[in-house]
């Protein structure tokens, strides 16, 4: 929102939420009905037909360049600026389409009462030069103009200062503006469209090739990445004057007052409002290596949906905790097609990139899915993504990885012993996070607990808080016999004392595990709060009870660039898992954490403590819930 929100600063449809699309509805209804309506023989008119596929392509292109921009951005190769995102960007920017909506409006609309855009040829040359020599000369003239009348104080305050509310861009922000702003700007973008169907030298492609372009180059202005190669510059110099890069954008967003061009930077050289170190910052840019991470979480995707909700997917999504929703049944060929491309890429890719202190972290993501993992005939290939990832970390000298969800499964490589022993020489320290998930779940049981019900599949984690409760004088009863004999075998006959076979469940505290059913949630008494020590949440089934978060902790302030979700945990909050990894890099702890080695629990949780991780509280998470 600008700092005076002027009038026409909310779009008309807002008030309508996630439903605003339908405002389209009659539109494409009655274009589908005057093709099934013609007579026979009659032609086809094609330019009627394409406008709402059209939308949807440029909604896709635009999802591309969002994809694109924070993939790179996350690897640091050709980065502009290292500012960080964070969740007030993303919600600033999540109306991006908007724009496409009101695009798509004014597109039938015109098609409505101008009788000269109906049967549009699919090329005509005289309008594709048409158009361009309209868009080089009026349109980027005017454009020039319009953005300096918009740093004026009085329109800058007014609209122009949303748009600059973000310092640090990514393509979607282009096309952040308040709704009388974008008025404007298709009023300006229509000199060439409504000028060839005047004149009737209008066809498909110049339609589309033009918005195509605006889209394009606004996109790639601000991605926050270089791109453009050195080599088209030195081939053809006066492209310099006629097409403006990232770096050069980037300049205007940080200096506010230079680089006011659309995208031909000529004006700006002619009217001498050029910044001087536009050139220095595209050579920079385009020089620059990434760095090299000290640490990587090293996680994987867990249902067919979640890419949505990855920070390469759509950022809105991924700026909430993960959730189904009933529309993705809708994206289907979408998410058939995502499924395709993690089965035949079979890499590990780059998802997120953060900065704490003076650690560069990255999460890196194996292209699995949760069920994938439970699949005998895969196991072998996952291992080998994992081993494959941690060669790389150890090739890049990378100080820590720590392996996220079930890249640390018992099952499938004894909670990463089995790197350890195929790789002893490896210098990158391996962490499952078990200590810190230890400690995490022991201080989020309410003080003055007595007595607490342990229920789920056993695991690592699981024995060690059975150990440490019945250590320290708390009841421990197991909901399942066999647990019962399992965990009885790994105490010490003093804490074993405390351990009990679940005959009654009056317990309102349950730690949980995966494997849960729904039988065995329905015998705990209403009020009960499950307190889950697995890395998934458990189902569900209990409307009367509190589910508290799987093991995670709230991230100091300035842990910097988090504008993303960690799967289901709220914003700012991260896994105890991942956590471990950061704190064994803070700490410089030389030793593994993995197979069936524990750090102290005590000074886990002190060191993230120190370092300004803090628990969730019930009541908070019970907020956040609400």
């Given at each position: 929102?600008?700092?005076?929100p002027?009038i026409?600063?909310e ?10 699309y339908v405002?389209?509805?009659p539109f494409?209804?009655?274009s589908i ?6 007579e026979?023989?009659?032609k ?15 909604m896709?292109?635009n999802q591309?360049w969002i ?8 690897k640091g190769?050709?980065?502009i600026?290292?500012?960080t ?16 909506l009101?695009?798509g ?7 409505m009462k101008l009788?000269?855009s ?5 090329w005509?040359s ?6 361009t020599?309209?868009h080089?000369?009026p349109?980027e ?8 009348a918009?740093?004026h104080?009085?329109l ?8 600059h509310s ?12 308040p ?7 298709f009023?300006l ?6 000028t060839?169907v005047?004149t009737?030298?209008a ?8 918005i195509t ?12 990445f ?15 004057y006629?097409?403006y890069?990232?770096?050069y954008?980037s300049l205007?967003?940080?200096?506010f007052r230079?680089n ?7 004006y ?16 920079k840019?385009l ?6 991470p ?5 996680t994987?995707?867990t249902?067919?949906?979640s890419?949505y909700h990855?920070?390469l997917g759509?950022?809105?999504f ?12 809708l994206m289907?060929?979408?998410t ?14 780059t ?10 972290l990255?999460?890196?993501?194996i ?8 699949m005998?005939?895969?196991r ?8 494959e990832a941690?060669?790389?970390a ?8 720590s392996?996220?969800?079930l890249?640390q ?5 004894n909670?990463?012993?089995?790197y350890?022993?195929?790789h002893?020489q ?6 499952d996070?078990s ?7 022991l ?7 007595t007595q607490?019900?342990?229920?789920g ?7 060690s808080?059975?150990?440490a409760l ?5 009841k ?8 019962y ?17 679940s ?5 309102k505290?349950?730690?949980v595990?995966d494997g849960?059913?729904?039988d065995?949630q ?9 307190i889950p ?8 089934t209990?409307?009367?009870c ?7 902790m ?15 945990l709220p914003?700012?909050?991260m ?6 990894g950061?704190l ?6 030389q ?18 403590l ?14 956040s819930?609400?």
């Amino acid at each position: 929102m600008a700092s005076k929100p002027g009038i026409l600063t909310e779009w008309p449809w807002t008030w309508l939420g996630n439903f605003k699309y339908v405002i389209l509805a009659p539109f494409v209804g009655r274009s589908i009905q005057s093709l099934l309506n013609r007579e026979d023989g009659s032609k086809i008119d094609i330019g009627y037909l394409i406008i709402f596929p059209f939308l949807l392509f440029r909604m896709l292109h635009n999802q591309i360049w969002i994809s694109l921009s924070r993939y790179r951005t996350a690897k640091g190769d050709n980065r502009i600026l290292d500012k960080t995102i964070e969740f007030d960007q993303v919600d600033r920017e999540r109306n991006w389409d908007d724009q496409i909506l009101l695009n798509g409006l004014l597109f039938y609309y015109g098609y409505m009462k101008l009788e000269q855009s109906h049967y549009l040829p699919i090329w005509r040359s005289d309008g594709i030069i048409l158009t361009t020599l309209l868009h080089s000369g009026p349109v980027e003239f005017l454009y020039y103009w319009l953005h300096r009348a918009l740093h004026h104080h009085f329109l800058y305050s007014r609209y122009h200062s949303h748009h600059h509310s973000s310092i640090v861009t990514e393509p979607i922000t282009s096309v952040i503006h308040p709704f009388a702003e974008h008025i404007t700007y298709f009023l300006l973008f229509s000199i060439p469209l409504l000028t060839t169907v005047v004149t009737k030298t209008a066809s498909i492609v110049s339609f589309g090739g033009y918005i195509t372009y605006i889209d394009f180059m606004n996109n790639m202005g601000h991605c926050n990445f270089e791109i453009i190669p050195k080599w088209m510059f030195s081939t053809f110099p006066p492209l310099k004057y006629l097409m403006y890069t990232p770096s050069y954008h980037s300049l205007h967003h940080t200096q506010f007052r230079t680089n006011y061009s659309l995208f031909m930077p000529i004006y700006d050289y002619i009217y001498g409002t050029l910044d001087k170190s536009s050139d220095t910052l595209y050579e920079k840019s385009l020089e620059r290596q990434g760095k090299s991470p000290d640490v990587v979480h090293l996680t994987h995707l867990t249902t067919p949906e979640s890419i949505y909700h990855l920070r390469l997917g759509f950022a809105s999504f991924a700026s909430e905790p993960y959730t189904s929703k009933w529309y993705f049944w809708l994206m289907w060929p979408v998410t058939l097609w995502s499924m395709m491309v993690t089965w035949i890429y079979g890499h590990t890719f780059t998802v997120e990139r953060n900065v704490f202190k003076n650690l560069n972290l990255q999460t890196w993501a194996i292209p699995k899915y949760r069920v994938q993992y439970f699949m005998q005939w895969q196991r072998e290939t996952i291992n080998n993504l994992i081993e494959e990832a941690i060669r790389e970390a150890d090739q890049k000298g990378i100080k820590i990885l720590s392996l996220g969800l079930l890249n640390q499964d018992e099952k499938l490589n004894n909670n990463g012993e089995v790197y350890i022993r195929r790789h002893p020489q490896i210098k990158v320290k391996l962490v499952d996070g078990s200590s810190l998930a230890v400690a995490v779940v022991l201080n989020s049981i309410p003080k003055g607990t007595t007595q607490v019900v342990l229920g789920g599949h056993l695991s690592k984690v699981a024995n060690s808080i059975a150990l440490a409760l019945c250590q320290g004088g708390v009841k421990v009863m197991a909901l399942r016999e066999e647990e019962y004999k399992k965990l009885k075998s790994n105490l010490t006959p003093e804490a074993a004392i405390n351990l009990l076979p679940s005959k009654t469940y009056n317990s309102k505290i349950w730690l949980v595990g995966d494997g849960l059913n729904k039988d065995e949630q329905l015998k705990a008494p209403k009020g009960t709060l499950f307190i889950p020590f697995s890395q998934f949440p458990p189902r569900k089934t209990r409307k009367d009870c509190f589910y508290f978060h799987t093991p995670a902790m709230i991230t100091p302030k300035h842990f910097e660039n988090v504008d993303s979700c960690e799967n289901w945990l709220p914003r700012r909050v991260m896994s105890a898992w991942r956590i471990a990894g950061i704190l064994h890099a803070l700490e410089d702890w030389q030793e593994h954490e993995c197979g069936n080695m524990m750090f102290d629990i005590e000074k886990v949780w002190k060191a993230s403590l120190d370092h300004g991780f803090q628990p969730i509280s019930v009541a908070s998470a019970s907020e956040s819930k609400a």
